[in-house]
């Protein structure tokens, strides 16, 4: 079955997180892999948030996708965005490139192998949630034991010709500043303002990102060659910033009272993008000696992950996308998060590679080419393909 028509089918199939409820695009998946042979699993958790996971003994290679998307409007969209309309060369809405395409690559990979007689070499993973954390999705399966490591390859988009093998760390604090309520006319002679103390807090987060901190050498090279990809896909000059030093965003900041009260509370929501050598719990420490009338409310740290890049894994990944693309495929890091974090923790080697047109994700007129699609369908049967032959040889 083509991936733009199974793309299509996804996109038309409302799972936007929040709410979460991913029923309608597992229930789709589910039918669609048993209708070939391969036995299915579907775990929900409370309000229709669905994974599906493939049966059978644990495999060597797992392909891995989700199918919650974010939120969108129908204001400037030149086709609704739940449409999953084929035009122009594209599949367009919601979720086309983040990552219903890459799910639809899969099932297409999946497709062609039952139409030849063979069998699956690979576990199958279709998770909710992963737009909000993976509570209930990957950190579920995991938690409860459903997934034993091994290497994934999870149809996340990427640059067509560079498959990302790690990804900054995370930090996010959601902190609650109390300060001593005054007349607003005597501040700042009288009373500590909450807002002022947040506000002080982010001058000093702002010079962090002008630390270097030490790398391995080899790390430094992908670094290198990284940049040069963001530069030609996002027109992004300093993408070694990005990826060697500390990048933050005050996502929330709420307080005060009334304009005539020095502020007694102030909620701030940081969130910070951890660089390779970076100490994230003594930077945190370091933060809040910084803040000292705040504490903290939540706090959520994830270390800068990566799959060590001279591992068999991500030589034969590489040496697919080459063998399909025709041309050199290396591998990259990325800033952003995903479901690979909490995979390489509970120690699966994970790669990332799938189709998407990247400057689209998560705004207006999301679209995947057709062309995309049906490449990564062709690379992921190719390397399901080559851990098939390996298992048959053991």
């Not at 701030?268 to 370091?286: F, V």
């Amino acid at each position: 079955m083509e991936p733009k028509k199974i793309c299509s089918d996804l996109v038309a199939l409302r799972s936007e997180n929040p709410l979460g409820d991913t029923s309608g695009p597992i229930e789709y998946i589910r039918d669609f892999l048993e209708a070939r042979g391969i036995g299915v699993q579907v775990i929900c958790t409370p309000g229709g948030r669905c994974n599906l996971v493939t049966t059978g003994k644990p495999q060597p290679l797992m392909l891995c996708g989700h199918v919650d998307v974010v939120p969108a409007l129908d204001e400037g969209w030149i086709h609704p965005p739940f449409s999953g309309t084929i035009e122009g060369g594209y599949v367009w809405g919601r979720g086309s490139s983040d990552m219903k395409g890459g799910c639809a690559a899969i099932l297409s990979a999946c497709d062609e192998l039952a139409e030849a007689g063979e069998a699956l070499p690979a576990t199958l993973v279709f998770v909710c949630d992963e737009e909000t954390g993976g509570e209930y999705g990957i950190r579920y399966l995991l938690e409860k034991n459903m997934l034993s490591p091994c290497d994934c390859l999870i149809a996340e988009p990427s640059p067509a010709l560079h498959p990302c093998i790690g990804q900054k760390g995370l930090c996010r604090l959601e902190l609650r500043f109390t300060g001593t309520p005054g007349h607003g006319s005597l501040y700042p002679l009288v009373g500590i303002s909450a807002v002022m103390e947040a506000t002080k807090l982010l001058d000093y987060v702002q010079s962090l990102h002008k630390r270097e901190f030490p790398m391995d050498e080899n790390l430094l090279e992908i670094i290198r060659t990284s940049s040069q990809v963001f530069a030609g896909e996002f027109m992004m000059d300093k993408g070694s910033e990005i990826l060697e030093r500390v990048t933050f965003n005050p996502g929330v900041i709420a307080g005060g009272e009334k304009v005539n009260i020095v502020a007694q509370h102030c909620d701030l929501d940081l969130e910070m993008r951890i660089p390779w050598g970076c100490d994230i719990r003594d930077l945190t420490r370091e933060i809040m000696v910084h803040a000292p009338y705040a504490s903290i409310v939540k706090e959520t740290l994830h270390e800068p992950s990566l799959t060590d890049p001279s591992c068999d894994f991500v030589s034969i990944v590489c040496r697919e996308i080459e063998a399909v693309q025709g041309r050199p495929a290396s591998p990259i890091l990325q800033w952003a998060a995903s479901d690979a974090r909490h995979l390489r923790s509970a120690g699966f080697r994970v790669i990332e590679y799938g189709p998407g047109e990247l400057t689209t994700l998560h705004g207006t007129n999301e679209r995947v080419t057709v062309a995309a699609l049906e490449k990564s369908a062709e690379i992921y049967l190719r390397i399901m393909r080559v851990y098939g032959s390996r298992s048959q040889a053991v």
